[in-house]
């Protein structure tokens, strides 16, 4: 049974620091990742998606790596702003790939000015 | 970008009272989904519709829900006679290609129900 734990829960860093949020899962057998901005009370904002043959993915100041066979993946931020501050979720499709999402309960950031 | 959209955005019903939640997919999306995020919790999927039927459902999905394609646009989801429990953030998602989507998921903002 897929199991996805993201690390820290929580950080809260000064403005301008780059900083790494880490995903991991417990079948390395995914078809693909996804990570996920959440704002209190809203929705779910696609970031960036990973195939599974595909080691990083890059969108502005977001910098998402997949690494399988460790079943980890971590999502890098750069020159962070207060902008930054929400919930990061990372999501992978079930071990049976039959369309479900398997959450982590996320990382909530907060940027300080 | 194309959204998918959920309405209401926050709704406070009785308890035994029923409620449907309702979404609009992106039009060209084929494969659809609700989850359900209770407050401080991860979010957790219910159950994925098809070609006019239901793919795949979890344990949470008993007989209290219901999902629905009433036309070509809306996709709805009916809780019948709500309990406290199902207070909660109810999102619905959509995907363009099959079993994984390829593509990933959209996600629409949620609807926030309230089981008074």
């Known amino acids: 049974k897929q199991e996805v734990t993201q690390i820290p829960a929580a950080l809260s860093v000064p403005e301008g620091e780059n900083l790494v949020l880490n995903c991991s899962f417990t079948?390395?057998?995914?078809?693909?990742l996804q990570w996920f901005r959440q704002d209190p009370g809203k929705g779910l904002t696609s970031l960036l998606l990973?195939?599974?043959?595909?080691r990083e993915q890059t969108s502005g100041r977001l910098n998402a790596s997949l690494d399988k066979s460790s079943g980890r993946s971590t999502l890098y931020i750069a020159a962070s702003q207060p902008g930054d501050s929400a919930t990061y979720l990372c999501?992978?499709?079930?071990?049976?790939?039959?369309?479900?999402?398997?959450f982590g309960q996320g990382t909530t950031l907060q940027v300080k000015p | 970008e194309p959204e998918v959209t959920q309405t209401p955005s926050h709704q406070v019903t009785q308890m035994g009272q029923e409620v449907i939640l309702r979404c609009v997919p992106i039009s060209n999306h084929l494969y659809f989904y609700w989850y359900r995020q209770i407050l401080g919790q991860k979010v957790e999927f219910l159950v994925s519709f098809y070609n006019n039927e239901i793919s795949e459902k979890s344990e949470i999905f008993d007989d209290q829900f219901s999902v629905e394609r009433p036309d070509g646009s809306n996709f709805t989801l009916k809780i019948r006679s709500t309990k406290l429990e199902d207070s909660a953030m109810y999102f619905c998602?959509?995907?363009?290609?099959?079993?994984?989507?390829?593509?990933?998921?959209?996600f629409g903002s949620g609807t926030r129900l309230t089981v008074v």
């Open positions: 998602a959509s995907s363009e290609t099959g079993i994984p989507a390829s593509y990933g998921y959209t």
């Open positions: 079948d390395s057998a995914i078809y693909n």
């Open positions: 990973i195939q599974s043959s595909q």
């Open positions: 999501a992978v499709p079930n071990s049976s790939n039959t369309g479900k999402l398997i």
